[in-house]
T-cell receptor
Framework: GAGVSQSPRYKVAKRGQDVALRCDPI?????LFWYQQALGQGPEFLTY????????KSGLPSDRFFAERPEGSVSTLKIQRTQQEDSAVYLC???????????????FGPGTRLTVL | AQRVTQPEKLLSVFKGAPVELKCNYS??????LFWYVQYSRQRLQLLLR??SRESIKGFTADLNKGETSFHLKKPFAQEEDSAMYYC??????????????FGSGTQLTVLP
């Protein structure tokens, strides 16, 4: 079946622009995670949704970062007034179970590579 | 705080040689450990998880709680094993989203 998809795959923004990154999780998956991966580093957690509820946003680096999943499926990560340090690959992952289901395999999308000039 | 350390950024071995990718972690509790792999031009994918105690593509990893390690091993490396490998940890603390904490990765190159 279809895996996690993300769009766009590449995004170039000028410093100060707003960007929106989209994630389509695997159909029926309850949990959705966003990660940020800087060059040469492993992915770092940004935020977590269980269905439409954002239960953890402890990893968001600043209030310029905002995420939503209004209908419990597609999610959007928005970055306002982008800065050069926001340049990274943004990964989305989904898993079948919610928190009560225990640790579950996360399936990753291909990522969106954001470059801020 | 939870932390995963992969001390080797680059690792090269010859085809047929044994390979070991090191992973150490710190976590005050009972974590679940994973190895994820990213082949060239592909997405990150799960290789194995400690709780399954399985061997995938000839790779195994044993959780050593005393040494807080979860090293990935394969007795005979193949060229198709060349990839970036990430060790990751998921904690069970109350209220946690069970997000993964990743190491910085080891790029494995298997030479012909």
């Amino acid at each position: 079946g279809a895996g996690v998809s993300q769009s766009p795959r590449y995004k170039v923004a000028k410093r100060g622009q707003d960007v929106a990154l989209r994630c389509d999780p695997i159909s029926g998956h309850v949990s959705l995670f966003w990660y940020q991966q800087a060059l040469g580093q492993g992915p770092e957690f940004l935020t977590y949704f269980q269905n439409e509820a954002q239960l953890d946003k402890s990893g968001l680096p600043s209030d310029r970062f905002f995420a939503e999943r209004p209908e419990g499926s597609v999610s959007t990560l928005k970055i306002q007034r982008t800065q050069q340090e926001d340049s990274a690959v943004y990964l989305c992952a989904s898993s079948l179970k919610g928190l009560s289901g225990g640790t579950d395999t996360q399936y990753f999308g291909p990522g969106t590579r954001l470059t801020v000039l | 705080a939870q932390r995963v350390t992969q001390p080797e950024k680059l690792l090269s071995v010859f085809k047929g040689a044994p390979v070991e990718l090191k992973c150490n972690y710190s976590y005050s509790g009972s974590p679940e450990l994973f190895w994820y792999v990213q082949y060239s031009r592909q997405r990150l994918q799960l290789l194995l998880r400690h709780i399954s105690r399985e061997s995938i593509k000839g790779f195994t990893a044993d959780l050593n709680k005393g040494e807080t390690s979860f090293h990935l091993k394969k007795p005979f490396a193949q060229e198709e094993d060349s990839a970036m490998y990430y060790c990751a940890l998921s904690g069970f603390s109350s209220g946690s989203a069970r997000q993964l904490t990743f190491g910085s990765g080891t790029q494995l190159t298997v030479l012909p």
